[in-house]
């Protein structure tokens, strides 16, 4: 089911990674841009919900759907956290800490499955929290000013990244310490 609706919600997460990036490159005045990218971000995460729930509500779940997304929340989130970093409102290292977890699990899991243990790896409700933080902290980040004469999005998207670093850290340990038995077990053989 390579072209189902809940398909190509989850491609327009990858479609819009450029498109996201590309705001802050074509010239707009920086509180558009900001305002811009924030509003696709947050439109672009939320398919995240929508296509899972499509998927289920029009009994369209797939394999390859399944598969396509995290990869397309893991590289929104990581485009995001790059463009971040570049204009100096994320700390290249919890940028370091995010991207190299997915990169550590990613790879764990992919390892989990070919023998067979996949269960053990599963999604868990920590790691769901860890990505909430980070699509909250995100878009503030982006935003990059007050909202309704109040928030300072800055300071709170700071302290929200720097909380999903910590969440991210977590959750890893938290997988690897799910995978352990299995690792030890295949590594005696």
Known sequence: MFFTVPTIL????IVAIPLLVGVFYIGLEPGLQNLIATVMFVVF???DWLDGFLARKLNQ??????FLDPVADKFLVCASLLVLVHL???????ALIIIGREIAISALREWMAQIGASKS?????????KTTVQMIAIPFLLYDGVLFGRIDTQVWGSWLIWLAAVL???SM????????PEIRRRVKK
């Open 88 to 94: 100096r409102r994320a700390d290249v290292f919890v």
């Open 121 to 129: 790896v599963a999604v868990h409700m920590l790691g769901k929290i």
């Open 61 to 66: 779940a797939s394999s390859f759907g399944a």
């Open 10 to 13: 989850t491609w327009t997460r």
């Open 168 to 170: 991210t850290v977590w």
């Open 173 to 180: 340990i938290y997988y690897l310490q799910k995978a352990l």
């Open 45 to 47: 995460a939320a398919t």
